[in-house]
């Protein structure tokens, strides 16, 4: 299928090494960030969340770091694997928004892991 | 089904064609989105269900474009007219309750010649 990659900045790791995917979010009234995984030709896949009132949470071989001083995101995968490859984004929304609780997605990163 | 499912997968249209794009939301999920997605871009919101009522149509670029789920559950995106700008992967969401985990479905990618 089409890559949703294009134009989208790329990390290249070695398969077992770890990835740290960076993201900035913009609204300081977020709080609560969500990573999507999107394969070529499939619909973003949820991994991992967090609210505003942590600053990490782990997940199995993910860890989701967030500094909200500087409003900040990071994703980490531990031994990266060629599953992995994707484009990965992050999404904001407040958590209780009203009614709407839309998600906003930041530029995408795309991981190509290298085996 | 077990997931959110849409169709077409793939629409072609010609310049000021109509074209209507479905969503089938998980059973019982109460809310469903509708995001557009350009290529090499993040999805971008266009407008929000619970349930039967649309309660934010913000997103919608412009007023070729439409949605409704008139029972709560199957969701149509109609664009009418079509334009070139209009060509993306339109994506659609759902959660089982109001600020849930959303689901998305594997797009409609729409080609507008």
């Known amino acids: 299928g089409e890559s949703v990659g294009l134009h989208l900045p790329t990390l290249s790791v070695q398969e077992g090494d770890n990835s740290i995917i960076n993201c900035a979010y913009s609204?300081?009234?977020?709080?609560?960030f969500i990573w999507y995984k999107q394969e070529s030709g499939k619909g973003p896949q949820f991994i991992i969340d967090?609210?505003?009132?942590?600053d990490k949470r782990q997940g199995q071989r993910v860890t989701v770091l967030l500094n909200k001083t500087v409003k900040h995101l990071s994703l980490q995968i531990a031994a990266t694997q060629p599953g992995d490859s994707a484009v990965y984004f992050c999404?904001?929304?407040?958590?209780?928004?009203?009614?709407?609780?839309?998600?906003?997605f930041g530029t995408g990163t795309l991981l190509a892991v290298q085996p | 089904g077990a997931g959110v499912s849409q169709s077409p997968r793939y629409k072609v249209a010609k310049r000021g064609q109509d074209v209507a794009l479905r969503c089938d939301p998980i059973?019982?999920?109460?809310?469903l989105f509708w995001y557009q997605q350009a290529l090499g871009q993040g999805p971008e919101f266009l407008t929000y269900?619970?349930?039967?009522?649309?309660?934010?149509k913000s997103g919608l670029p412009s007023d070729r474009f439409f949605a409704e789920r008139p029972e709560g559950s199957v969701s149509t995106l109609k664009i009418q007219r079509t334009q070139q700008e209009d060509s993306a992967v339109y994506l659609c969401?759902?959660?089982?309750?109001?600020?849930?985990?959303?689901?998305f479905g594997q797009g409609t990618r729409l080609t507008v010649v």
């Open positions: 609204n300081s009234a977020s709080d609560y």
């Open positions: 967090i609210r505003s009132n942590m």
């Open positions: 269900f619970q349930n039967e009522a649309q309660l934010d």
């Open positions: 969401a759902s959660s089982l309750a109001v600020g849930g985990e959303a689901f």
């Open positions: 059973s019982g999920h109460v809310s």
């Open positions: 999404a904001e929304t407040p958590l209780y928004g009203g009614a709407t609780n839309k998600l906003i």
